[in-house]
């Protein structure tokens, strides 16, 4: 069948008609015109499965706690992000022990959190028994991602 004729058929009688006579011709049958239409016919003509579908109950809450305790465990990447900078390739190979790199973010100024590579907190930076850590100081509502993404 033609690609022209396929784009015309709206009708999803049509549409199974016609894969299934492609299909036909592709394996080499012959009369894949009957063929598509007696099967269609089948098809149409098939009650569904009683039982098939579970019918719905207006509980949602205990279905929405067991959904989110499946999530709980998944391990996502969090990093803080000092900052960033944009150098050529001939100054990272002359870097040495004891180089300095100069980042766009400010002395003072809130570190990024990102999970997986989404902006979703800001803080500052601690030190708890010589290990480095931080204090979230303002989180990000999903409003403010997206108009960070936007500019």
């Known amino acids: 069948m033609s690609e022209h004729?396929?784009?015309?058929?709206?009708?999803p009688a049509d549409d199974w008609a016609a894969a299934l006579a492609e299909q036909?011709?592709?394996?080499?049958?012959?009369g894949a015109a009957s063929d598509a239409d007696d099967l269609f016919a089948q098809a149409s003509q098939a009650k569904p499965a009683s039982g098939l579908f579970q019918p719905f109950s207006g509980s949602?809450?205990?279905?929405?706690?067991?959904?989110?305790?499946?999530?709980l465990d998944i391990p996502v990447q969090l990093?803080?992000?000092?900052?960033?900078?944009?150098?050529?390739?001939k100054h990272i190979?002359?870097?040495a022990q004891g180089s300095v790199i100069e980042l766009d973010g400010l002395a003072g100024e809130p570190m990024d959190v990102l999970v997986n590579g989404y902006l979703?907190?800001?803080?500052?930076?601690?030190v708890v028994n010589d290990r480095f850590g931080i204090r979230l100081t303002?989180?990000?509502?999903?409003?403010?991602?997206?108009?960070?993404?936007?500019r």
């Open 60 to 71: 949602v809450a205990s279905g929405t706690q067991n959904d989110i305790d499946m999530i």
């Open 138 to 150: 303002d989180i990000i509502t999903p409003s403010e991602r997206l108009r960070k993404l936007n």
């Open 5 to 11: 004729n396929e784009e015309l058929a709206t009708d």
């Open 79 to 89: 990093t803080v992000e000092l900052g960033r900078t944009k150098i050529p390739i």
């Open 93 to 95: 190979l002359q870097l």
């Open 24 to 30: 036909a011709q592709t394996t080499g049958k012959t």
């Open 120 to 126: 979703i907190a800001q803080g500052e930076v601690v």
